[in-house]
């Protein structure tokens, strides 16, 4: 399968755990879905496994949102695959740390 270089924005806190930029590039497996991106972030980023998802169910973090191209793939399938938009490079993966407040 060809893997296709995907741009990925992380949350402050999880940048600083990996120590890079606002914004990480990594190698996704097509069709690129959330599961696909997330699956390279961690492989590249092995002290981010954990974070952005369960180690043993792979469910999303309860304060952690996936957007892409101004639309909301949280709630959705992680497999679902993603716009081409994200597949080609052109738009990244936000991963988007919820705030919570009274």
Do not use: W
């Not at 599961?35 to 469910?59: C, F, H, N, Q, S």
């Amino acid at each position: 399968m060809n893997k296709l270089p995907i741009r990925v924005v992380l949350p402050f806190h999880l940048r600083n755990l990996a120590q890079v930029g606002a914004e990480i590039t990594v190698e996704a497996e097509e069709p690129v879905s959330v599961r696909t991106i997330i699956d390279a972030v961690e492989l590249r980023y092995p002290m981010l496994r954990g974070t952005i998802r369960d180690y043993e169910t792979l469910k999303r973090r309860p304060f952690l949102r996936f957007f892409a191209c101004q639309e909301d793939f949280s709630l959705l399938p992680p497999e679902t695959p993603l716009p081409k938009e994200v597949a080609e490079g052109k738009e990244p993966l936000l991963v988007v740390g919820a705030i919570a407040g009274g």
